[in-house]
């Protein structure tokens, strides 16, 4: 059974444009949750879709949004860069969402903005 | 306001050694994982924890909710080289809607 794959795994960006992730969970899974990981603050929760639509948000701006398809595979978009948003990007796929389930992790995209 | 606090944040020992890695929050959670995460990866989870006071072994690593759901801990026996990694833990908090939050985590090396 394949893993979460994202793409792509490496990005560089400048301050002010606007940045696209993607994430395709493991087949069957219907949930996908988003997380930032940071030498400073961690692992922090993004936001959840399940079966397209966002289920749980975590406390970040607006700026921060994601969708879910039909396939459940989820995009996650960023949009106006600024320094703080170089971060690991992990994507998590479980069958029903993160309450009381397990959840598969993706290797994750890494994130520069300069 | 970080509700999973964990200690040691960084941890070195020698090959052989035994060590306990702690998880701590003064808020209650429904359930709590471990999950070890290695350069270049994603987080994988190690094992989940539901039952106050709960003990489960998983080879040489033993992990403990504590009774009041509070605090939890995982216990290594006789460390190898393959045991470095992130160890994380995180919780489901559940107050109305529920969040999942990661603890600040504990960077483990072990040397040979």
């Known amino acids: 059974k394949a893993g979460v794959t994202q793409t792509p795994r490496y990005l560089i960006k400048t301050r002010g444009q606007q940045v696209t992730l993607s994430c395709s969970p493991i087949?069957?899974?219907?949930?996908v949750s988003w997380y930032q990981q940071t030498p400073g603050q961690g692992l922090q929760f993004l936001f959840e879709y399940f079966s397209e639509t966002q289920r749980n948000k975590g406390n970040f701006p607006g700026r921060f949004s994601g969708r879910q398809f039909s396939n459940s595979r989820s995009e996650m978009n960023v949009s106006t860069l600024e320094l703080g948003d170089s971060a690991l990007y992990l994507c998590?796929?479980?069958?029903?969402?993160?309450?009381?389930?397990?959840?598969?992790f993706g290797p994750g995209t890494r994130l520069t903005v300069l | 306001t970080q509700l999973l606090e964990q200690s040691p944040q960084f941890l070195s020992i020698q090959e052989g050694e035994n060590l306990t890695v702690y998880c701590n929050s003064s808020s209650v959670f429904s359930s709590l994982q471990w999950y070890r995460q290695e350069p270049g990866e994603g987080p994988v989870l190690l094992v989940t924890?539901?039952?106050?006071?709960e003990v489960k072994k998983l080879k040489r690593l033993t992990f403990q909710f504590g009774d009041a759901r509070k605090d939890s801990s995982l216990h290594i026996t006789a460390a190898q080289p393959g045991d470095t990694g992130l160890y994380l833990c995180a919780g489901v908090l559940k107050t109305g809607t529920y969040k999942y939050i990661f603890g600040t985590g504990t960077r483990l090396k072990v040397l040979a």
């Open positions: 087949s069957g899974h219907r949930s």
């Open positions: 924890v539901v039952t106050g006071g």
């Open positions: 998590a796929s479980s069958l029903y969402g993160t309450l009381d389930n397990e959840q598969f």
